[in-house]
């Protein structure tokens, strides 16, 4: 198999990873049926955009937001992994169309978002309280 042929079958298999544990946490999560942002547009167009920032008194708020955004993202990284996957299947093993790359670094930059977001969610989640044995 040659250079180009081993990244690709790489980044094939890292894609299929990715959408299988998301689908797997959709699922988990009763969210497996997940409206995609801006569904109704063509394949492509979507532009994600994140929640407006809420008010920084108000962390239930806040959280509610974070979650809310969290499954949009994870939704829309599940719609570019099956789509990249689709187009994987049906090109040669030359080719590569540049809306597939688009799509692969827009499922990056997704991804380090969403990754980055929920790193802040759990280190900011209240603790719960410490119980001592009397």
């Known amino acids: 198999m040659?250079?180009?042929?081993?990244?690709?079958?790489?980044?094939?298999?890292?894609?299929?990873?990715?959408?299988?544990?998301?689908?797997?946490?959709?699922?988990?999560?009763g969210r497996g049926s997940a409206p995609v942002p801006g569904g109704s547009a063509a394949a492509g167009s979507t532009v994600i955009r994140d929640q407006p920032a809420p008010a920084a008194g108000n962390p239930d708020v806040k959280a509610k937001l974070d979650h809310d955004q969290n499954i949009k993202d994870a939704a829309?990284?599940?719609?570019?992994?099956?789509?990249?996957?689709?187009?994987?299947?049906?090109?040669?093993?030359?080719?590569?169309?540049?809306?597939?790359l688009k799509k692969a670094d827009e499922m990056e930059k997704l991804s380090k978002k969403l990754n980055s977001r929920l790193k802040t969610d759990n280190a900011s989640a209240p603790k719960p309280p410490v119980k001592f044995k009397q």
């Open 76 to 100: 829309r990284l599940v719609q570019l992994a099956t789509e990249i996957q689709a187009e994987l299947d049906n090109s040669s093993q030359f080719t590569l169309s540049a809306a597939t």
């Open 2 to 29: 040659s250079g180009g042929g081993k990244r690709r079958a790489a980044a094939h298999g890292a894609i299929l990873v990715i959408l299988a544990g998301l689908s797997a946490t959709a699922n988990q999560a």
